[in-house]
C-alpha cells in the first residue's frame, strides 16, 4: 500500500492500517487521527506537521523520520523505534512513549 492508497481508505472510514509497509512515504500535514497504525513501517517517512492525535503506532518503525511539528496527543507510541527520528516541535499530551513512560502534561520539544 502506498500513502495515496492510505489516504483514499482512510477518507473513506477505514482505520486499520495494522502492519502496513509506508517506507519513504510522504505523509506531511495529513489527518491521520485514531488510525491503528501498529506494526507500521514508517522507516524514513515525512510526517511533518501530521495529526496523528489518537493513533496506535505501537511497535512502528519511525526510525529516521521526520516528525516535526507532529499531533501525537492522545497517541500510543510503546515499543515504537522512534531512532534519529526528527522531533522538533511535536506535540506530546497523554501520550506513551516507547518506553511506556506517559506524558500527562502538554509538552512540546524544543
Known sequence: ????????????????????????????????????????????????????????????DLRVSRMEEVNLQDANLEGADWYCAEMYGAFFCNTILPDGDIVTAPNQLE
Open 1 to 60: 500500500m502506498d500513502a495515496e492508497e492510505l489516504l483514499q481508505r482512510y477518507a473513506t472510514g477505514e482505520r486499520n492500517f495494522v502492519g502496513i509497509n509506508l517506507r519513504n512515504a510522504n505523509l506531511s500535514g495529513v489527518n491521520l487521527s485514531g488510525t491503528d497504525l501498529s506494526g507500521v513501517c514508517l522507516y524514513a517517512a515525512d510526517l511533518r506537521n501530521a495529526n496523528l492525535s489518537g493513533a496506535n503506532l505501537s511497535g512502528a
